[in-house]
Every structure is written in structure tokens, then in C-alpha cells.
């Protein structure tokens, strides 16, 4: 058997894993309301919609943050969606895009929002990761 054939059964075993939704996009810095005196959230611009896999990076500890006036903890995710996701043209995934995650087969996950931290590429991967964390 040559590596394609191998590279395409292991992608579609990896999306057959794939059973949540998310949405994928860049958030707009927020912009102030001058007239009614508050921050309105920047527009959201979608680079990609549809299946994914959420997972918890098990090694991961987790990493007490101070945002405003309140700690968090900053928790990170694995996303995996399909290996032959097309983003829009010239865009390649930054820190700082962010994933809602839309449906899940866990109903705590829907709505969780995530913050892209790294990317991975490769030709012989079986899914296009994304590493993550939730700042919530």
C-alpha cells in the first residue's frame, strides 16, 4: 500500500472521530459607542464552519491568569477539523482567531469559546490541528 492510500484511510478515520461543530473566524477589535457611551464587539469574519474534534490536552495544567479584575484559568484544547480545510485566501490561522464551539455530544460544550494559540501543518497528518485555550 503507498503512503496516499494510507494518508486517506487515516483521514477519514480522523474525520469519522469528528463529532462536534465549531466555527472558526477573527474577531474585529471592539469599537466605542460614543453616543450611548459603550463598547460595541468588532465585527466577526468566518474562515471556517463545520466539523471538528475538541479535546482536552491531558498534560496540560493549566495556567492561572489575571484578566480585569478577576483570575482565570487558562485551560488548553486540541481542535482537530478536516485535513483538507480550505481558509479563505492568504489567511493562515494566528494566535488570536477564535472558536465557538456551535454543537457537541457534551451539551456543556456549546457556546465555549475558544482562543486560537498555535497551528499545526504538516502533508502527512491525518487532521489539521489547532491548539487552543479557553480563557473563560
Do not use: C
Request: charged share 30%.
Amino acid at each position: 500500500m503507498n503512503i496516499d492510500a494510507v494518508l486517506a484511510a487515516g483521514r477519514r478515520a480522523a474525520e469519522q472521530r469528528m463529532r462536534d461543530r465549531i466555527r472558526l473566524y477573527e474577531q474585529a477589535p471592539d469599537v466605542f459607542d460614543r453616543e450611548h457611551g459603550t463598547t460595541v464587539p468588532g465585527p466577526q469574519n468566518t474562515w471556517y464552519e463545520g466539523k471538528a474534534r475538541i479535546e482536552p490536552i491531558a498534560q496540560a495544567s493549566g495556567e492561572d491568569a489575571q484578566a480585569g479584575d478577576r483570575e482565570v484559568r487558562l485551560l488548553e484544547y486540541r481542535v482537530s477539523v478536516p485535513w483538507a480545510t480550505v481558509l479563505p485566501p492568504g489567511k493562515r490561522a494566528v494566535p488570536g482567531l477564535r472558536i465557538e464551539v456551535l454543537d457537541s455530544p457534551d451539551p456543556r460544550m456549546p457556546g465555549l469559546i475558544l482562543w486560537v494559540t498555535g497551528a499545526n501543518y504538516g502533508d502527512q497528518a491525518t487532521a489539521w490541528r489547532l491548539t487552543t485555550e479557553d480563557r473563560s
